[in-house]
């Protein structure tokens, strides 16, 4: 049934694709289409509010509806979710009523569908609060592609949702840091990096540097894959159970809410650095330097730097202590992290508790409250600190004392380290499923001088199955796979470097510690994804499986078959995951195809870059239309 916005139904009659007449109405669970034809009415298509990203009227000519619906796995696409834009062309011709009557309906359509699409109640005639997005990106970062991503995909999203965007371009290596440290982030609602990982670390660790980090850490972030790596990106969408890719990554910052995710701290004598995805040591970070004489083939790159370092197998001198994650179970408080408190960000959206992100309960609490560290004026990769509150978990002993006898030590030379937090360590490199965002864990695997080399290559293909701590300590006898809340490294050897989040760090003694849910990404979970878009959704759903796809033509939902209102049992071929585009819809670039066409390195974005074009062209040409219908037939077709 058609929603009512005071006196005004918002059911209407509007022009799709050539000259198709269809009649279209704002339901509570979404938008819903019939076709007009000579034999009447057609069967209703429905668009999901789960699934509309956002309206927009063009020229009070052409209402737009961008549309990311889940398509299934075809011949010719991968599975994961497409961009559809929706159009509906104002039917003012041959009607006894004004034109302006046609696009004040128009106008109450798109504020609808806007509303609908944060999960706000339609029936009420207020526009959202518009957000303000404040989005990082490299040029240099990858294939150089995030320049044409941005025209292609990134503004024309963001925009759609009624989302203002302020871009600001890194120039050089450490910009961000520099640049963050000064920034005046007042009115972000989130910070987004269209990157790789380098530029998240970068400006992790410019704001740590400042005074006020932990109101800062309180504006979400927002990974979106520009470039090789893309670990956080590809992490952050495992857990949300969505496909990898820039569509997949854009719908879960629409739709999600802040989630708190661990972080790390590592520190040495002479500096302090923090990150959210990993550091590696000896076999892993002389593969990661090496690799970079191949950077232009991208994530190849990493295989072929592989062969060659396992060929030499360098075994360095080294002492690794580490807290085993169970030693804390049921401590006190003050072993716990200190964390930066949770607070609203989104207007229309509530934070949303942070152990959603966990697939079990955690029995143990995180304290609030921050611990201060006492720093001498050293050298930090974090810039010069004074005293600073800065986040700690107390369980670290200092430089020069013995670790706690509730450490464990391992005193031989090691083939090499990776200390983890999320389950990717690159977009294709899938290392740990129970590797969770949120679990208060490093995530430790370290190979001994034992170790063989047809063992660590039996390890290599479980890099994309998740597999690698099931297999190491099993069937590889001195490949060992830990959760730890600290560790220190001793490295005896001079010419061994350390890597963390890319960036190189000379050997000597380094510490780590968790620092659970220090900052906050955009996320929508696994059982958030029937009601997507936040706070205020009635709770409608729309017809479809389980699964979250739409039912199959024909299908009629319970809801019809108790009597409830035909409209709800609407079926969008699009949902269901058909290849066909419906008729009045454009196939933007289909996001399913996104992974391999514009994300994964070496791909190409030049069919994409099309679609801001044809927009603007679009959006030229409905000026000329005007009442008539006519001279406005869509032209569009599938990418």
Same mark, same amino acid.
């Given at each position: 049934?058609?929603?009512?916005?005071?006196?005004?139904?918002?059911?209407?009659?509007?022009?799709?694709?050539?000259?198709?007449?269809?009649?279209?109405?704002?339901?509570?669970?979404?938008?819903?289409?019939?076709?007009?034809?000579?034999?009447?009415?057609?069967?209703?298509?429905?668009?999901?509010?789960?699934?509309?990203?956002?309206?927009?009227?063009?020229?009070?000519?052409?209402?737009?509806?961008? !549309?990311?619906? /889940?398509?299934?796995?075809?011949?010719?696409?991968?599975?994961?979710?497409?961009?559809?834009?929706?159009?509906?062309?104002?039917?003012?011709?041959?009607?006894?009523?004004?034109?302006?009557?046609?696009?004040?309906?128009?106008?109450?359509?798109?504020?609808?569908?806007?509303?609908?699409?944060?999960?706000?109640?339609?029936? #009420?005639?207020?526009?959202?609060?518009?957000?303000? !997005?404040? @989005?990082?990106?490299?040029?240099?970062s990858g294939t150089k592609q995030a320049e044409k991503l941005l025209r292609s995909h990134v503004q024309p999203m963001l925009e759609a949702a009624g989302v203002e965007l302020e871009i600001v371009r890194s120039t050089a290596r450490g910009f961000m840091q520099d640049y963050v440290k000064t920034r005046d982030f007042t009115g972000k609602d989130c910070i987004a990096f269209m990157s790789g990982d380098?530029?998240?670390?970068?400006?992790?660790?410019?704001?740590?540097?400042?005074?006020?980090?932990?109101?800062?850490?309180?504006?979400?972030?927002?990974?979106?894959?520009?470039?090789?790596?893309?670990?956080?990106?590809?992490?952050?969408? /495992?857990?949300?159970?969505?496909?990898?890719?820039?569509?997949?990554?854009?719908?879960?910052?629409?739709?999600g809410s802040p989630m708190a995710i661990d972080a790390m701290c590592f520190s040495t004598e002479k500096y302090r650095t923090y990150s959210v995805l990993t550091l590696t040591w000896g076999l892993l970070a002389d593969i990661d330097i090496d690799s970079e004489k191949y950077r232009k083939l991208g994530s190849t790159r990493f295989t072929l730097s592989f062969l060659e370092k396992l060929k030499a197998?360098?075994? !360095?001198?080294?002492?690794?202590?580490?807290?085993?994650?169970?030693?804390?179970?049921?401590?006190?408080?003050?072993?716990?992290?200190?964390?930066?408190?949770?607070?609203?960000?989104?207007?229309?959206?509530?934070?949303?508790?942070?152990?959603?992100?966990?697939?079990?309960?955690?029995?143990?609490?995180?304290?609030?409250?921050?611990?201060?560290?006492?720093?001498?004026?050293?050298?930090?990769?974090?810039?010069?600190?004074?005293?600073?509150?800065?986040?700690?978990?107390?369980?670290?002993?200092?430089?020069?004392?013995?670790?706690?006898?509730?450490?464990?030590?391992?005193?031989?030379?090691?083939?090499?380290?990776?200390? @983890?937090?999320?389950? /990717?360590?690159?977009?294709?490199?899938?290392?740990?499923? /129970?590797?969770?965002?949120?679990?208060?864990?490093?995530?430790?695997?370290?190979?001994?001088?034992?170790?063989?080399?047809?063992?660590?290559?039996?390890?290599?293909?479980?890099?994309?199955?998740?597999?690698?701590?099931?297999?190491?300590?099993?069937?590889?006898?001195?490949?060992?796979?830990?959760?730890?809340?600290?560790?220190?490294?001793?490295?005896?050897?001079?010419?061994?470097?350390?890597? #963390?989040?890319?960036?190189?760090?000379?050997?000597?003694?380094?510490?780590?510690?968790?620092?659970?849910?220090?900052?906050?990404?955009?996320?929508?979970?696994p059982e958030d994804h029937s009601t997507a878009g936040g706070a205020g959704n009635d709770g409608a759903t729309a017809t479809g499986g389980s699964d979250g796809t739409a039912a199959a033509p024909g299908v009629t939902s319970d809801n019809t078959a108790a009597g409830g209102d035909t409209c709800g049992s609407a079926v969008d071929d699009a949902a269901a995951g058909d290849d066909a585009v419906a008729?009045?819809?454009?196939?933007?670039?289909?996001?399913?195809?996104?992974?391999?066409?514009?994300?994964?390195?070496?791909?190409?974005?030049?069919?994409?870059?099309? @679609?801001?074009?044809?927009?603007?062209?679009?959006?030229?040409?409905?000026?000329?239309?005007?009442?008539?219908?006519?001279?406005?037939?869509?032209?569009?077709?599938?990418?």
């Amino acid at each position: 049934m058609a929603v009512t916005v005071g006196d005004v139904c918002l059911s209407h009659d509007f022009i799709s694709g050539k000259s198709d007449r269809v009649h279209a109405e704002i339901q509570s669970s979404g938008l819903v289409v019939k076709k007009y034809s000579k034999k009447g009415i057609g069967a209703p298509v429905e668009y999901r509010f789960t699934d509309i990203i956002g309206a927009q009227l063009v020229n009070d000519v052409e209402l737009s509806v961008w !549309y990311c619906p /889940h398509a299934q796995k075809s011949l010719l696409r991968k599975a994961g979710r497409r961009l559809v834009v929706v159009r509906l062309r104002v039917a003012s011709a041959g009607s006894d009523e004004p034109h302006a009557v046609h696009v004040a309906l128009a106008k109450a359509f798109e504020l609808a569908i806007a509303r609908g699409a944060k999960g706000l109640d339609v029936s #009420i005639p207020d526009r959202p609060r518009t957000l303000s !997005y404040l @989005v990082f990106l490299n040029p240099f970062s990858g294939t150089k592609q995030a320049e044409k991503l941005l025209r292609s995909h990134v503004q024309p999203m963001l925009e759609a949702a009624g989302v203002e965007l302020e871009i600001v371009r890194s120039t050089a290596r450490g910009f961000m840091q520099d640049y963050v440290k000064t920034r005046d982030f007042t009115g972000k609602d989130c910070i987004a990096f269209m990157s790789g990982d380098g530029l998240i670390a970068e400006a992790l660790n410019g704001i740590m540097s400042r005074s006020d980090w932990k109101s800062v850490l309180k504006i979400p972030f927002v990974p979106i894959p520009a470039g090789t790596g893309n670990a956080i990106c590809a992490s952050l969408l /495992h857990a949300c159970r969505e496909s990898y890719g820039i569509v997949e990554a854009l719908y879960v910052a629409l739709k999600g809410s802040p989630m708190a995710i661990d972080a790390m701290c590592f520190s040495t004598e002479k500096y302090r650095t923090y990150s959210v995805l990993t550091l590696t040591w000896g076999l892993l970070a002389d593969i990661d330097i090496d690799s970079e004489k191949y950077r232009k083939l991208g994530s190849t790159r990493f295989t072929l730097s592989f062969l060659e370092k396992l060929k030499a197998m360098k075994k !360095y001198p080294c002492k690794l202590s580490f807290l085993p994650g169970e030693e804390l179970s049921g401590s006190s408080s003050t072993e716990h992290v200190a964390t930066a408190s949770v607070a609203l960000v989104h207007a229309d959206k509530p934070v949303r508790r942070p152990s959603r992100l966990s697939l079990r309960r955690r029995r143990s609490s995180q304290a609030d409250g921050a611990a201060a560290v006492k720093s001498s004026s050293r050298d930090s990769v974090v810039g010069k600190e004074s005293s600073l509150s800065l986040p700690t978990s107390g369980v670290l002993p200092a430089f020069g004392d013995s670790v706690p006898s509730s450490w464990t030590v391992f005193d031989r030379p090691l083939v090499g380290l990776n200390a @983890v937090l999320p389950s /990717h360590i690159g977009w294709d490199l899938f290392m740990l499923q /129970h590797a969770l965002l949120d679990d208060g864990y490093i995530h430790l695997t370290f190979y001994g001088d034992d170790a063989k080399r047809k063992e660590l290559l039996s390890l290599f293909p479980l890099m994309t199955t998740g597999r690698v701590a099931d297999a190491a300590g099993q069937g590889a006898s001195d490949c060992h796979y830990k959760k730890v809340k600290a560790f220190r490294l001793e490295i005896d050897s001079s010419d061994s470097y350390v890597v #963390i989040d890319g960036e190189h760090v000379r050997g000597g003694t380094v510490q780590g510690e968790v620092l659970p849910k220090l900052v906050r990404v955009m996320a929508v979970m696994p059982e958030d994804h029937s009601t997507a878009g936040g706070a205020g959704n009635d709770g409608a759903t729309a017809t479809g499986g389980s699964d979250g796809t739409a039912a199959a033509p024909g299908v009629t939902s319970d809801n019809t078959a108790a009597g409830g209102d035909t409209c709800g049992s609407a079926v969008d071929d699009a949902a269901a995951g058909d290849d066909a585009v419906a008729e009045g819809e454009t196939d933007v670039a289909s996001a399913v195809a996104v992974p391999t066409s514009a994300i994964e390195p070496g791909g190409d974005v030049k069919e994409v870059e099309g @679609v801001a074009a044809r927009e603007e062209a679009r959006a030229a040409s409905s000026q000329e239309c005007g009442k008539d219908d006519s001279a406005c037939a869509d032209t569009s077709s599938p990418v």
